[in-house]
């Protein structure tokens, strides 16, 4: 049986929690393949009547089901102090965690990858990254540099203290010299770090092996990832990105499977954009844009952007941040269909554009004369372009009882049905809530 993927087409904040959980239903594992602790995904479980918002940042959404094993893959960089935390917090609310698999090529998150993120991101100024100083970004450059420590060596403290020791050598002199923080002790970290392996010591496993081994069995892989494909490192908005690969192909290395495993790439896509921290974003209301993308975005005094920022709740899961918002950018979809070669679309959060009486779609980019269709290839277009709206009519109604496609008011369907021509892939589903209730299935 197959493996599915499923990512996210936009800067993160898709919905990725609310679709993978729905999912799950139907799959045997779910796998985070990439990132860290910087992710985090709402999910609103349990019956209607008794929702319960769960916060997931490290732990895959396929926690709440007794039919999902999750599974923390190679990819992953973990920090062990908070993903323990994290379970804890989801064993008092009654989840069990139990069958979880944490693969022991993960890297390790240390505290001087903490310390470090922190006193960077400060010392870039208004270059900053924006980044949530969990450090993610420091464990990554690490593994690239084959100075970072993995989960396995967890496991034989002699080898974890040899390797510590070299690599705090020049990390402390980088905190001490540069930054003119206090050096880090090793046998401090060693202490904390050991009382981190004898807890994780169940969940540990050969999580490639496992994955291969349920495939033959006839078991379905759900490959969950974090962020969006403009975040990722290679195929994003650099430098304006995370540290790892949320596109489909990440999703192979960060689980250790091949492409031919995997049967169907699903987009996570918010009707509309939003996106955190810094960077360009041509299609954004209000905040950062240019005056000129102002007035063509129909905004021009940010009160849209500022209501679909309420409307839509957009505050990040992990870091209560404030999301810059924006009209629907199919230049973008398209460069994520082709990234990831999508299968179909989940859209997301349609209930939110009831707020708005006209809304916009970018269609394409517009830069000194030229049209450009599909993700311009300089940074420079990207910054300066202009978007190129069609116009389409509100519904004004509340779409969040809605249980039926059909359904819909027919603005709203033909608002679907301009994403998908626009796109060039088939949106399946569209959800129009936080609940898994609040899914529609589109036929
Ligand atoms: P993720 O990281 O991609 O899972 O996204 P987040 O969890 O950060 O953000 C999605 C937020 O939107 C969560 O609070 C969800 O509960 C909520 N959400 C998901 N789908 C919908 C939807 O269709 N409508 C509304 N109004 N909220 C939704």
Redesign the pocket.
């Known amino acids: 049986m197959p493996a599915w993927v499923v990512v ?1 087409t936009q800067w ?7 679709a993978t959980d729905l999912l799950a239903d139907d799959v045997e594992y779910v796998v985070r393949y990439q990132g860290g602790n910087n ?6 479980a349990g019956d209607p009547t008794h929702p319960r ?1 769960l916060k997931l940042h490290l732990v895959p959404s396929g926690v709440l089901y007794p039919n999902v094993t999750p599974v923390i893959g190679d990819g992953v960089v973990l920090d062990p102090g908070v993903l323990l935390e994290e379970l804890d917090t989801l064993v008092a609310q009654g989840i069990d965690v139990s069958k979880l698999k944490i693969s022991g090529n993960a890297h390790l998150i240390m505290p001087y990858h903490r310390e470090l993120d922190r006193v960077t991101e400060r010392y870039l100024g208004r270059q900053k990254l924006g980044t949530t100083k969990r450090g993610i970004g420091p464990t990554y450059a690490d593994k690239a540099a084959r100075v970072g420590l993995r989960v396995q060596d967890l496991y034989d403290m002699k080898i974890f203290r040899e390797k510590l020791d070299v690599v705090l050598k020049e990390k402390n002199a980088v905190l001490s010299r540069v930054y003119n923080r206090l050096p880090m002790r090793a046998a401090d970290i060693e202490t904390e770090y050991a009382v981190y392996a004898e807890r994780l010591r169940p969940y540990i496993a050969d999580t490639m092996t496992l994955l291969h081994d349920g495939l033959e069995d006839g078991k379905t892989v759900l490959l969950e990832g ?1 962020q ?1 494909t403009l975040l990722d490192l290679d195929h994003g908005t650099y430098p304006f990105v995370t540290s790892s690969n949320p596109v489909a192909g990440g999703a192979l290395t960060g689980a250790g499977l091949g492409p031919k495993d995997v049967e169907r790439v699903i987009g ?1 896509t918010k009707a509309y954009v939003t996106r955190v921290g810094a960077g360009p974003f041509p299609t954004e209301l209000g905040g950062e844009s240019s005056v000129q993308r102002s007035a063509a975005s129909g905004d021009p005094t940010g009160e849209l952007g500022e209501r679909m920022t309420d409307v ?2 957009e505050y ?2 992990t870091t209560g941040r404030r999301r810059r918002v924006g009209w629907f950018d199919a230049v973008l979809a398209r460069y994520a269909a082709r990234v990831n070669g999508l299968t179909e679309h989940f859209l ?5 554009l009831s707020a708005f009486e006209t809304l916009r779609v970018c269609r394409a980019y517009r830069y000194q004369g030229t049209d450009y269709d599909h993700f311009p290839p300089h940074q420079s277009i990207f910054h300066h372009a202009e978007p190129v709206y069609d116009q389409l009519p509100g519904w004004g109604d509340d779409l ?1 009882a809605v249980g039926d496609y059909a359904d819909l008011p027919k603005e709203a369907r033909a608002y679907v049905d301009r994403l998908e021509e626009l796109c060039g892939v088939p949106i399946r589903w569209v ?4 609940a898994r209730s ?1 899914t529609l299935e589109r036929t």
């Open positions: 996210g993160g904040d898709e919905g990725k929690g609310k992710a985090g995904h709402t999910i609103i918002t974090a969006g996570i839509g709740q990040g899961t997301t959060k349609l209930d939110v969040t959800s129009v809530g936080p609040q």
